[in-house]
T-cell receptor, first 115, second 112 residues
Framework: GAVVSQHPSRVICKSGTSVKIECRSL??????MFWYRQFPKQSLMLMAT?????????EQGVEKDKFLINHASLTLSTLTVTSAHPEDSSFYIC???????????FGSGTQLSVL | GENVEQHPSTLSVQEGDSAVIKCTYS??????FPWYKQELGKGPQLIID?????GEKKDQRIAVTLNKTAKHFSLHITETQPEDSAVYFC???????????FGAGTILRVKS
């Protein structure tokens, strides 16, 4: 149990386009989901906290208009990188908080490359 | 703000030896301390966690200890195997619904 599915696993896009990443909790409901960003050989940096049915809370320095987060249901959160630029290239990882056992589980990550 | 420090940054051990990774946290309200293993190109995998109401927890070759007074917690891996090679992250949070703050990570290499 406690599987978090994240898609796509890898995406290459042109500069200026938008990219949507999906995060689903497959066998549990997640009131809260988190989005992280990870650069090579670095730790995970929290971008935003997403609560079902309400606006996301963004960490300092993260542009909310650039990284749009939607958490429309208890099993799905999406991150849209709008007008992507090469500096947005990174590994994006979602996580979901399971109320059943109060543990945080991660998706498999999405490697975004912006050309 | 909350800060989690992790040491060492890299750790090389011989197969069969033990490995210990240590973390300290700054937020005294933290009560949940998970450890994650991350392989290249993949998301972090929860391997063990501990809550503030216990001092030690063990799961086969993996154990975690917590010293709330000193704000320290450690991961112990015994009888290491080559497949244990990965990046390990400690983290701390105030519990369910709250964000995790991660340590910088430890690259563990198990030499056969």
């Amino acid at each position: 149990g406690a599987v978090v599915s994240q898609h796509p696993s890898r995406v290459i896009c042109k500069s200026g386009t938008s990219v949507k990443i999906e995060c689903r909790s497959l066998d549990f409901q997640a009131t809260t989901m988190f989005w992280y960003r990870q650069f090579p050989k670095q730790s995970l940096m929290l971008m935003a906290t997403s609560n079902e049915g309400s606006k996301a809370t963004y960490e300092q320095g993260v542009e909310k208009d650039k990284f749009l987060i939607n958490h429309a249901s208890l099993t799905l959160s999406t991150l849209t990188v709008t007008s992507a630029h090469p500096e947005d290239s990174s590994f994006y990882i979602c996580s979901a908080d399971s109320a059943t056992n109060e543990k945080l589980f991660f998706g498999s990550g999405t490697q975004l490359s912006v050309l | 703000g909350e800060n989690v420090e992790q040491h060492p940054s890299t750790l090389s051990v011989q197969e069969g030896d033990s490995a210990v990774i240590k973390c300290t946290y700054s937020d005294s309200a933290s009560n949940y301390f998970p450890w994650y293993k991350q392989e290249l190109g993949k998301g972090p995998q929860l391997i063990i966690d501990i809550r503030s109401n216990v001092g030690e927890k063990k799961d086969q070759r993996i154990a975690v200890t917590l010293n709330k007074t000193a704000k320290h917690f450690s991961l112990h891996i015994t009888e290491t195997q080559p497949e244990d090679s990965a990046v390990y992250f400690c983290a701390a949070s105030r519990g369910y619904g709250n964000k995790l703050v991660f340590g910088a990570g430890t690259i563990l290499r198990v030499k056969s």
